[in-house]
C-alpha cells in the first residue's frame, strides 16, 4: 500500500525504509491489465464502475479523478489520506482545476468524527482526517463543474478502523440506484487489494456478477441489461491501537479479520 497507493515518494518519516511513490504505475495496471481482465471475462458494464477506496486506497482514488476521471464513474474515498507529503492532493486538484472546466465523475467521501488529533486510543496521532475532506468537499465545488457530484459524510462514534464497512456501504447506497438493489442481488466482482508489506490483488467473485461461457462471444458481454456495475476495492491495512485496553470489540473483531486476511 505504501508502495501502490501514493502518489510522491515522500512518505511519512514513520515509514522512511518503506518505498512510496508508485501509484502512477499502480494506476496504470489498473487500467491497462485488471479493468480489461473484468469486462472481458464477466457481464461489467464499464459505463457504472466504482472505485472505493479506504486511508491510502482513498488517497489512490483521488489521484485516479484528478489524473484520469474516467477510469470510474463513482469514487467512494472512505478516510482518505490527503494529509500525505503536505497535502500533496490538493496540488494535484488544483492542476487539474487550472486546465479543465467539468470534473464528469459522482464523488461520495466519509470519515468518522474520531479521525481528528486527540489524546484517545481511538484518535488520530496528528492529522486531521475531517478538516481534510471538508477542505476536499468545499475546493471541489468551489469550482461549479457541471458534472460533478460531491457528497460527505462525517459518521458518529466511527474512527479509522470500525468506520469502514459502515462507510462503505453508506457510499454504495449513495452512488448506486436503490433499484439496483445492491445488498440483495449484485454481489460484483471485488478486486480488493490489501496492504501489508507489498501490496496483493485477489478476486472475490459471487453470483450476481456471472462470467461469460467460454461459447458466448466477446461482444455479447456488452448488453447492458444484463451487466452489473463493478466496484474496485482498494483497502490499506489499518494499524491498531497499541493497548488491548484501549480497543473496542469491533477493534478486536477486525483485528481477528486483518489477521486472517494479511
Given at each position: ?10 512518505g ?74 503536505k ?5 494535484m ?20 468524527d ?11 496521532s ?9 477542505t ?7 469550482h ?5 457530484r ?18 462503505a ?12 438493489r ?9 478486486p480488493?487489494a ?10 472475490v467473485?459471487?453470483?450476481g ?5 467460454p ?9 447492458p ?38
Amino acid at each position: 500500500r505504501n508502495r501502490d497507493y501514493t502518489p510522491t515518494p515522500n512518505g511519512p518519516r514513520s515509514a522512511s525504509s518503506n518505498l512510496h511513490g508508485q501509484g502512477a504505475a499502480y494506476q496504470t495496471y489498473l487500467k491497462n491489465e485488471v479493468l480489461p481482465f473484468i469486462d472481458n471475462r464477466f457481464r461489467a458494464d464499464p459505463a457504472r464502475r466504482v472505485l472505493l477506496g479506504h486511508s491510502y486506497g482513498g488517497l489512490l482514488g483521488a489521484q485516479i479523478l484528478f489524473t484520469d476521471p474516467s477510469m470510474f464513474h463513482s469514487y467512494i474515498l472512505g478516510s482518505p489520506s490527503f494529509w500525505f507529503d503536505k497535502r500533496h492532493i490538493m496540488t494535484m486538484e488544483a492542476a487539474y482545476a487550472r486546465s479543465h472546466t467539468d470534473l464528469p465523475a459522482n464523488v461520495f467521501m466519509y470519515v468518522g468524527d474520531w479521525e481528528v488529533p486527540g489524546p484517545g486510543p481511538r484518535n488520530t496521532s496528528c492529522a486531521n482526517l475531517v478538516r481534510d475532506m471538508q477542505t476536499m468537499e468545499t475546493t471541489l465545488k468551489s469550482h461549479h463543474y457541471p458534472n460533478l457530484r460531491v457528497q460527505s459524510l462525517v459518521l458518529t462514534d466511527e474512527d479509522h478502523l470500525t468506520i469502514a464497512p459502515v462507510g462503505a456501504t453508506r457510499g454504495l447506497l449513495a452512488v448506486l440506484l436503490a433499484k439496483e438493489r445492491v445488498f440483495t442481488s449484485l454481489n460484483p466482482l471485488l478486486p480488493i487489494a490489501w496492504g501489508g508489506g507489498a501490496s496483493r490483488l485477489r478476486a472475490v467473485t459471487g453470483a450476481g456478477l456471472q462470467a461469460k461461457r467460454p461459447c458466448e462471444r466477446s461482444d455479447e458481454s456488452k448488453q447492458p441489461s444484463h451487466h452489473e456495475p463493478v466496484i474496485l476495492a482498494l483497502v490499506a491495512r489499518i494499524h491498531m491501537p497499541g493497548p488491548s485496553a484501549g480497543r473496542t470489540a469491533e477493534h478486536r473483531a477486525y483485528g481477528s479479520l486483518g489477521q486472517a486476511q494479511g
